[in-house]
């Protein structure tokens, strides 16, 4: 078998086989944790003013109902049996990989973001042991290059044009490019790096070996280091069964009955960061300052090149594109019949605005909680500073909760909604565009926003819906990754 090493700013996890878990982790990274590098989100000499409940009629109401709600409608049951079962093994050793490259995988060597500056390595992530037993039968992979080939390094291809470098790939291409553009690389010289490659395989017209082969990369092959999955278990723990250990037994049985959401617990990806905030390019009710410093931000990162900066704040908002802010997304949850005792796990809570723009969500929902508040920095000791690792016990975390949400549409939203719809577990898919009409909605009182949230996203907790054409087989598992149960 001819060789193929994989130097790339994103993970590329089999050959031609992209696994959207990886890529969207080292982006999430990115959600998560970018805004943490800055001191004063605002900027040290804006004058800001500090942001205030935008929607204080339905808020106040929120906060009224909160002790009294009695809302029939069980959040907390799982989903039913939708009719499908994970159906990922391939039907041939190889075959998948053999009919396009018949190539041997390296281990990715990941880039160093000079963000958020973590060194970690694909082993320090993910693990490899793991990832290497589940696809033995199909694919050959190596841990490193052998040492014919030591010289094909990073440096290697940024200090000239070099032939084993393919870096035309274009976006969702077919098998066929693949066969007639890199094969004759490997023939040659029996190695070829493939850069960029996200997303540069099409998810339409696959034979259905490699659309398993992907799915079993994604949904399988991929597990955290163990240290990520005990972090991760000891928070889930926490979570579930706040206090006295020894009270663990009778709070287990408790939370089996009635479905009150005793034990049990939600996810947020609560992502309103300053990328996300000036790119969305909407008004957040934070003054003329705070619309100048995102113009002035949008303007120096993208050069005023983005689209949404077309369209007036009320455009933007009836077609769903502005981002929940903590405040919105606290309502829906409300709306939705959560009350001020449930448990929220954060998987990033360090909002653009600060603790300003955040006390609306907490004053909603007190028992908020993220891993500093639930383990010790000592528990904490092997993901300090590691943002790629950080993310990733937020991660594991949010695919073991009862119910996951994300305020806005993204790289963490695609990859939960995948692997969660995969495994038939329930997830709050905000009604973006109905949400954006009824908070401009100042006249709407808290009942009338009540039946239009529950009406809106009854069909939005999780139900499977079939992947169309040009969608990411990622996530929308159904049918590629998924069998029919009799």
Sequence with gaps: MKLQHCHMLVILLLVLITSVLSLHLLCIISSIHRHEQMNNPFGASSKMSFPKP????????????????????????????????????STSAS???????????????????????????????????????VLKDDISI?????????????????????????????LHAS??????????????????????????????????????????????ALTFVPHVRNLGDVLVNRLRYPGDESTRYLKEVVGTKGGNGAGKFVAL???????????SACDFGGGKAEKKALARYRKAIWHGRVLNSR??????RNKGRCPLTPEEIGLLLAAMGFDNSTRVYLASHKVYGGEARFSALRKLFPQIEDKKSLASSMERSQIKGKASLSAAVDYYVSMHSDIFVSASPGNMH??????????????????????????????LNWPGFQDAVVEGQRNRLGELKVRKAKQSIYTYPVPDCVCQQA
């Design 414 to 443: 695609n990859a939960m909604v995948g692997h969660r719809a995969y495994l038939n577990l329930k997830t709050i898919r905000p009604n973006m565009a109905l949400l954006g009409q009824l908070f401009m909605n100042k006249s």
């Design 311 to 316: 369209f007036t704040d009320e455009e933007l």
């Design 95 to 133: 075959l998948a990989v053999a009919k396009i490259l018949n190539a041997t995988l390296v281990i990715p060597y990941l880039e160093v973001n000079p963000v958020w500056k973590d060194t970690s390595s694909f082993e320090d992530i993910f693990d490899v042991d793991h990832f290497i037993s």
């Design 54 to 89: 935008r929607h204080s009629r339905l808020f106040k109401s929120a906060l009224q109902q909160q002790a009294l709600n009695e809302q029939q409608w069980d959040l907390w049951t799982p989903l039913p049996n939708q009719g499908w079962k994970p159906c990922i093994d």
């Design 175 to 220: 098998a066929n490019w693949y066969l007639e553009n890199v094969s004759p690389v490997l023939e040659s010289y029996g190695i070829a790096a493939i850069s960029p490659f996200s997303h540069r395989l099409a998810f339409d017209n696959m034979p259905m070996e490699i659309q398993r082969l992907r799915c079993k990369v994604n949904f399988k």
């Design 142 to 170: 190596v841990r490193e290059l052998p040492d014919e080939y030591a010289w094909s390094t990073r440096e290697y291809y940024a200090s000239a044009i070099r032939f084993t470098r393919v870096k035309s790939a274009p």
């Design 269 to 279: 990806h609560l992502r309103f960061d300053k990328d996300m905030a000036a790119h």
